[in-house]
């Protein structure tokens, strides 16, 4: 893969593979989230709305104390400590039957979703020549667009508000992508 002259690094390479797995992962389950919790278990709007206001607000809060552990550690266990902890919590909620576990699985995802971004980007930084830098930034993002889309059209496909075992085995599954990103980094 070369930018311009730039061949990009396999380091930089297997980034952007995980970035594609785990992005997918977020597409499979992310734009059912709401439908899920909704129709499938009970969940008022309100309150799945209030969920996801919650996940956002971890994540915010999150994000100076993940800053800080890359300072300490480095972005790339950082990252991969995200990966797993997002991987484990996103399968949790294919078992959320009440509203607090709905909580308290969207909290361990927006703690987990909180350590791949920033992680990632300064990863970027750290391995990328400044002046290639936007090249990889790009093919990261239209990366993470694709595997949301993508996961997004496969959810669409498989899930059924009828059948409450589709969206349990669809986020069964969506912890596998992340999972190989893990390993992948």
């Given at each position: 893969m070369t930018d311009g002259g730039y061949t990009v690094s396999?380091?930089?390479?297997r980034y952007l593979v995980g970035v594609g797995?785990?992005?997918?992962?977020i597409g499979l389950t992310l734009p059912f989230l709401m439908v899920y919790l909704h129709d499938v278990r009970g969940v008022s709007t309100l309150t799945?709305?209030?969920v996801l206001a919650w996940m956002a607000l971890v994540t915010l809060v999150m994000d100076g104390p993940?800053?800080?552990?890359?300072?300490?550690?480095?972005?790339?266990?950082?990252?991969?400590?995200?990966?797993v902890i997002t991987a484990i919590s996103v399968t949790g909620y294919g078992m959320v039957e009440q509203t607090w576990q709905a909580f308290a699985v969207g909290?361990?995802?927006?703690?987990?979703?909180s350590g791949l971004h920033g992680p990632g980007n300064a990863m970027v930084a750290s391995l990328v020549p400044v002046e290639h830098r936007q090249h990889v930034y790009g093919l990261q993002f239209?990366?993470?667009?694709?595997?949301?889309?993508?996961?997004?059209?496969?959810?669409?496909?498989?899930?059924?508000?009828?059948r409450a075992s589709t969206f349990e085995l669809l986020y069964l599954v969506s912890g596998f992508p992340a999972m190989l990103a893990a390993v992948v980094l």
């Open positions: 396999p380091l930089v390479r797995f785990s992005s997918l992962g799945v709305g209030l993940t800053g800080v552990l890359v300072d300490r550690y480095g972005p790339g266990p950082i990252l991969v400590v995200s990966l909290t361990a995802a927006a703690i987990g979703n239209a990366l993470l667009n694709l595997g949301i889309g993508l996961g997004g059209l496969m959810s669409a496909a498989i899930v059924d508000t009828d």
